[in-house]
């Protein structure tokens, strides 16, 4: 009996002894100071030592690394550390992830054409001789009812005289005929003022524009349906480059496009998608895109020339996801 109890009160005071020795704080808590692991270089962070001093590379001091903070390392969880000198150091920033539309910039190349539908080729009504050239000149510009040249005609000078003596259905008929012959309205009208002496006529221009071909001289004789002038209007432009196959996605009607070309550095030109071709080429995987042109004169000549080589980029917007930017 004696010797139980005498072993119970050693387990007691065991117990009561190791309760004491953990509820003792630390000399660290105690302190209020944390034991520093080693320091480090924040430039170099290859640069330690268990003592202050400074980095033998750039000569800053070393920063202190803890246990719960080391500089540079593994947090685990693959996640690293860093102390709050050491984020400055560095630049560290922090950006909210959003969902965002994406813009994708799509580089093309291609070249400066002229507008289709604003070409015009000026051929002989009837058989006849040119008497005179008003434009004799290649990248001319000429407006719109502008004399061409002077033309003489046996057969448009018959169907004016014819035209001067009749009334009624028959003159308007014959006002027909004269349309058919090439005559503009207004010059058909001034037929019964126009000199019984004058022998000739003029060729007008249909369209303003530029003289881009001129395929007759004075005194030469031409035939019905010989070219005489060709003229195109260079106000708007067409920009014309290759969608290849992965682009197709991303190229849309309507579609801004901002243009550049080496004959005008710094200028940037912007034109709309107005067509893509449907035509399909199975060798290139490309197709042909269209972009409409604004090209007005400054200091009376056009910015943009015919065939000049180009370069475009288009701003496409892909479908809103999350996202944070680029330089993150």
Sequence with gaps: MKTFLTILLTAALAVTTTWFVLRKPSPELISGERKPLFYQSA?????????????????????????????????????????????????????????????????????????????????????????????????????????????????????????????????????????????????????????????????????????????????????????????ADFSQMWFVFRAYEQDLPWVKLGETVLITTPSLPGRTFEGKIAFIDPNFDETTRSTNVRVILPNPLVNGRRELLHKLYADGSVNVEAPAVLAVPRSA
């Design 43 to 231: 430039m170099h962070p290859w640069i330690k030592s268990d003592k202050p001093g400074r980095c033998t590379i750039c000569g800053m001091e070393l920063t202190p690394v803890y246990e719960a903070s080391q500089a540079f390392g593994d947090a685990g969880g693959g996640t690293v550390a860093l102390t709050q000198s050491q984020i400055q150091v560095v630049g560290v920033q922090t950006v909210i992830a959003k969902v965002q539309p994406l813009i994708r910039t799509l580089q093309v190349a291609g070249m400066i054409d002229d507008d289709a539908s604003r070409h015009r080729i000026l051929s002989a009504y009837v058989d006849g001789r040119v008497e005179k050239l008003y434009v004799n000149t290649m990248g001319a510009e000429v407006t719109e009812g502008q004399p061409l040249a002077n033309f003489y005609s046996p057969g448009l000078l018959q169907t004016e005289r014819e035209y001067r003596q009749l009334s009624g259905d028959l003159k308007i008929q014959t006002g027909l005929r004269l349309r058919q012959m090439g005559l503009s309205q207004q010059q058909i009208q001034a037929v019964d003022q126009k000199s019984s002496e004058t022998l000739t006529s003029e060729i007008l221009s249909p369209i303003s524009g530029t003289v881009v071909g001129q395929n007759v001289y004075e005194g030469q004789t031409v035939a019905t349906g010989d070219k005489l002038f060709e003229i």
